[in-house]
């Protein structure tokens, strides 16, 4: 009887298509009581078989002509009810109800999506999909269009932050394939298009908020542990409010201290002990040593510029962790950097994305992770690279007091790991762009000098340059740090030849400045920026008062000869190409000037601001220029001893 009742269960865990043969070949005692047994059991799975065929072929008819979504819906659940309770151990019953809604998705839902966005629900649905079927063709054939719809037509995520989620998902699906980030490139090129410039304004601050989303995700059970926040799990689900519960996190202080169950260490604190916060998905130790910040040097107070150069002045607190990421938090940064840095690859994409990325909008526990800015490293290099000032700009903070990208990538920084080679390529592009010259220097000097002396040791030529200008504008007032950037200079070949050309340059200079020559001087028509430099390195210009170009072919390159007249106090520079760039370098050293014609240049509001800071200008002439009305009433509020001024047929007028 025991042997018998083992057969039957044997027969009982075979599929019923086999069961047969499987009875025929048993010859044991007590066969008729198995045989009996064994077919009353196969009836009873042919009869469900039967049953089961039928109402596939119900359902397959059904939803193959869907006349109202409500039958559809109903036919679909019962569908998977019946799956779900069927007697019949074989997988295609499962898998049944799996193709019919594939089929469906195909047919009937994709050519909607593509004209509208999924539902919060049904976003959910695909979310799960991508998540346990990244490899299923849906992904591919299904939810390709409808995520790029997503991406060019979306307004706003926070309205349905599913959306944001899905395309999440949808991404890191596509990196699951064989081909991993190539996919994933060929489908932000696929939303970027085949041309210079996309078409699709919407697409880039939609890839970069998903971006954002994700990377913070990766930090964010740390996150909440640390500041017990809402997690972007709670916010989706409508807590907008911090609840009262719990770090979801163990944590294990190394020095229990009771000022260690503080939210976040204030700039005043002198150090902060170890912490160690352990999950299955991350692992942080953190030891953060932080010092007050320097006050200012250079105050804001009436200037009209913004304040980016003093966002210079300041250096950042030392700050050190060392981040472990879990697998699956590894693979969705490494993902999401990528595209960060596919991004930085398109030259009309990178002024947004610059922009965007400005305000450093990730977590500090981002920051302090070693391989999140190792890798976003090639993105603020190509920043750092852009010759257009709205990109590179943009390494600096937002406004005073704020670290910025050239902060954490400069030595020092909690990013730098280059011993400042990407810090030399910023401030080599800051400086061509910037008018502020000894503003800038003095910042410099003041926080960065080491290590400008080292890359200079180094032979780094950016660098040299530097410290020769330190030396040009009277920077360093200290005797023994002058002695010191000068042995610097004469370590290397090309600092020793640079520091000889700055020592002829000061010759000259000295020259040019020495007391005598005429007190009006007017160039020929015609004449160029390089014979204005032959005429003033011909003699002594120290009495020179009243200087006009006007008509001639100068432009802004001969302003560097312009700002060495210690005693100019007139200049008309009527219809020549003289533009921003000149207009910003006169502002910064010929403070005394009280003349200045402008009639007929091709200066614009981005120069005429900086006039602002020129207090002795009594007549001022901006006919003919692209001067905007605002600009003009800055310039008004902003020079109190101007009397004369015309802007005639300029906007303002």
Known sequence: GQFSYSAIEDVQLLSWENAPKYCLQLTIPGGTVLLQAANSYLRDQWFHSLQWKKKIYKYKKVLSNPSRWEVVLKEIRTLVDMALTSPLQDDSINQAPLEIVSKLLSEAIAPLLENNHPPPDLCEFFCKHCRERPRSMVVIEVFTPVVQRILKHNMDFGKCPRLRLFTQEYILALNELNAGMEVVKKFIQSMHGPTGHCPHPRVLPNLVAVCLAAIYSCYEEFINSRDNSPSLKEI??????????????????????????????????ARLKSVVVASSEIHVEVERTSTAKPALTASAGNDSEPNLIDCLMVSPACSTMSIELGPQADRTLGCYVEILKLLSDYDDWRPSLASLLQPIPFPKEALAHEKFTKELKYVIQRFAEDPRQEVHSCLLSVRAGKDGWFQLYSPGGVACDDDGELFASMVHILMGSCYKTKKFLLSLAENKLGPCMLLALRGNQTMVEILCLMLE?????????????????????????????????????????????????????????????????????????????????????????????????????????????????????????????????????????????????????????????????????????????????????
Request: glycine share 4%.
């Open 236 to 269: 989706r689900n409508g807590c907008q409010q911090p609840c009262d519960r719990k770090p979801t996190l163990p944590l294990r202080l190394l020095h229990p201290s009771p000022d260690l169950v503080s939210q976040e260490a204030t700039l005043s604190e």
């Open 473 to 653: 504008y009277n920077i360093i007032d200290n005797n023994d740090t002058q002695l010191q950037i000068i042995s610097t200079l004469e370590s290397t070949d090309v600092g020793k030849r640079m520091y000889e050309q700055l020592c002829d340059r000061q010759r000259e200079l000295k020259e040019l400045q020495r007391k005598g020559g005429p007190t009006r001087l007017t160039l020929p028509s015609k004449s160029t920026d390089a014979d204005l430099a032959r005429l003033l390195s011909s003699g002594s210009f120290g009495n020179l008062e009243n200087l006009s170009l006007a008509f001639t072919n100068v432009t802004s390159a001969c302003a560097e000869h312009l700002i060495k007249l210690p005693s100019l106090k007139q200049l008309n520079l009527w219809s020549t190409q003289f533009g921003d760039a000149g207009l910003r370098l006169l502002s910064e050293h010929l403070t005394m000037l009280q003349v200045l014609n402008l009639c007929e240049t091709p200066v614009t509001d981005a120069g005429l601001l900086a006039l602002s800071s020129m207090k002795s200008l009594c007549s001022l002439n901006m006919n003919s220029t692209k001067l905007s009305a605002d600009t003009y009433e800055d310039l008004k509020a902003k020079l109190p001893n101007l009397k004369e001024v015309d802007v005639r047929y300029t906007e303002a007028w």
